[in-house]
């Protein structure tokens, strides 16, 4: 039931935060124990490979997954789309482990994976959101996203929960010592900045309205992990808006994107990481000198003078938490000012059961 809202997908967003504390609730404590079961640690452990599989956004989950697991637990992580993976299976490493992330758990590609990876005698892991789902069901192991049911065709809160259970099952595997931060803490200060996003949905709204709703086309720029939030936030901006939306690594554009650049053309770029900041507010200015309509997604401790929309400062690799919620933000808001079915896009399906 969407009580009072005008579309699932609102109602999705706002749900975040709880979603975020849901996972906390259910996967960590005040002590740093992380439960997801002790077969599944040993598991991830023993490989010396993981491999994503996933479709859509589902995948862009994983691109961060990719940074957590790397990064945080240092083990080699690599994401594929299941649509690729099912018909050209890449060389396997000597102890894979598969983990598939999909809200529905029915996604067909996905599961054609699953099933060739069952063939071969891997073990796997599903996140989902739909306990008992196929996908749920055919994994050696499957943990719940919590995030509840998601009724808009956009997928949000799942987006969300995905990324934060990588993070969790990361934490899980890594060192500690060398970590040197409390994820318990961190997620929930995420929460808590999650919902001052939500609740300046206005000032969003606006920007939508200014620079989206009666534009052709849009691009969202971003380096490192900005970059896969970049991603996702086109696809979110297509789906429902029908606005033609690039997403890419900001160093791409004077390789050829860059000649798309006209007048007005929007321009968003994500600013969470430091190590490439300048580098990004640098790409961003090669597109003004050429007439874009520059926007900025900056965390707070980046911040410059005539930033545009500033998030509190976390954990840089959990960011994309935060900087994905104004993206999904700016979807909502110009597919509802183009008068749009927001949660129903023309052409598409949900779940996605064919491949
Ligand atoms: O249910 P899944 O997570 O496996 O679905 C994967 C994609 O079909 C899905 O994320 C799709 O890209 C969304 N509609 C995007 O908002």
């Not at 309509?293 to 930033?307: H, M, N, P, W």
């Amino acid at each position: 039931d969407k009580g009072t809202y005008p579309f699932y997908m609102l109602k999705e967003i706002d749900e975040q935060p709880i979603v975020i504390r849901h996972l906390i609730e259910k996967y960590l404590d005040n002590e740093g124990g992380v439960h997801v079961g002790q077969a599944i640690l040993n598991d991830l452990k023993a490989a010396d490979r993981l491999y994503i599989v996933a479709a859509g956004t589902s995948y862009h989950a994983g691109l961060v997954g990719k940074r957590l697991f790397e990064q945080w637990a240092g083990v080699p992580t690599e994401v594929h789309l299941s649509s690729e993976f099912a018909y050209e299976q890449p060389l396997l490493s000597e102890k894979p482990f598969f983990i598939f992330l999909t809200q529905s758990g029915e996604t067909a590609d996905s599961r054609e994976v699953l099933q060739n990876v069952n063939a071969q005698g891997f073990k796997s892991l599903t996140l989902t959101n739909v306990e008992k789902s196929t996908l749920w069901r055919e994994a050696t192991y499957a943990l719940p996203l919590l995030a509840g049911p998601e009724i808009a065709v956009a997928s949000t809160k799942a987006y969300v929960a995905q990324v934060a259970l990588q993070a969790i099952l990361a934490y899980a595997i890594a060192d500690r010592a060398t970590l040197g931060f409390d994820l318990e803490q961190d997620l929930s200060k995420i929460a808590v900045g999650i919902q001052g996003i939500v609740d300046d949905k206005e000032t969003l709204q606006q920007v939508a309205n200014q620079y989206l709703v009666e534009s052709r086309n849009a691009f969202f720029i971003g380096r490192g992990v900005d970059s896969t939030v970049s991603l996702e936030a086109a696809l979110k901006l297509k789906e429902i808006s029908y606005v033609q939306a690039e997403g890419f690594a900001a160093g791409e554009l004077k390789h050829g994107t860059l000649a798309l650049i006209e007048d007005g053309t929007p321009v968003i770029a994500l600013i969470t990481q430091a190590k490439t900041a300048g580098l990004v507010r640098g790409n961003l200015a090669e597109t003004q000198a050429r007439g874009s309509r520059a926007y900025t997604i900056v965390t707070q401790s980046l911040a410059k003078e005539g930033d545009d929309f500033i998030l509190p400062d976390v954990n840089e690799l959990l960011s994309p938490l935060l900087s994905v919620v104004p993206t999904q933000l700016l979807a909502y808001y110009t597919s509802l000012g183009r008068g749009l079915d927001v949660d129903r896009p023309r052409n598409l399906a949900k779940s996605v059961t064919v491949q």
